[in-house]
Structures are given as C-alpha cells and as structure tokens.
C-alpha cells in the first residue's frame, strides 16, 4: 500500500452502508486515507433515514452522491469493503478485501439504522486499526 492507502464502500445502492461507512472513515481518519464508495446499482440518492442517523452523531453525508462501481475504482482501491454486492464487486489479486455482513437499512425504521450506524462505526476502527492508523 502506498504512504496513503485508499478504502473503497461497495454495496448495491451506494445509499445506506457504504455511505456511512465513508462518512465514518473519512470523520475518523481525515486526510490520511483516501476514501471510496460505490455501488452496483447505485440509487438516485442517499437514503435519508440513514443521513439522519449520521446526522445524530455529527457526520454529515448529506454532500455525497450514489455512484457506479467501476473497474478503475475499484482496481485503483488498497482495501475493497464488499457489504452484499454480490457477483457485481470485481476480484483483483493482491487486494484485501474484506466481506461486512450487514443489514440494508434501505426501509428500514431509524432504530435499526441506528444500530447497523454503529456496528459499521466499530468494523471501520477495526479497519483503521489494521491499517496502522
């Protein structure tokens, strides 16, 4: 990995897992790390149960827009997070990857995105920790 490495958020929409865990990234390691999401079926627009429960804690991802997984991004991505993209995340050798099994909070009530916010707050200090961060 380069001095800076880069982390790339896939799931299917781009507009509830991926884009908090972004948001969580980016709020807790700044400018040390490149940050990424994608989806494979982007949505037109992030969830906005899912801007409220980050709201709560002080992040505001209100500024990021779904966006298509492409091959450059991800090829071009140190750590590749999959949270159920399925099929549609590509493979690269010599990437680490890393597979969250989590709820989509797509229709879900705020209490239970509240707590798939948090368990993604806990798997991202994790993930910083392994970097070395």
Sequence with gaps: MSN???VLFVCVHNA???QMAAGWLRHLAGDTIEVRSAGSEPADRINPVAVEAMREVGIDITDQ???KL???TAEASDVIVTMGCGDACPVFPGKRY???ALTDPAGQPLDVVRQVR???HARVEGLLHGLGR
């Design 16 to 18: 509830g897992r991926s």
């Design 70 to 72: 492409t091959w450059d």
């Design 4 to 6: 800076k490495p880069s």
């Design 65 to 67: 827009t779904p966006a």
């Design 118 to 120: 948090d368990d993604i």
């Design 98 to 100: 890393e597979d969250w």
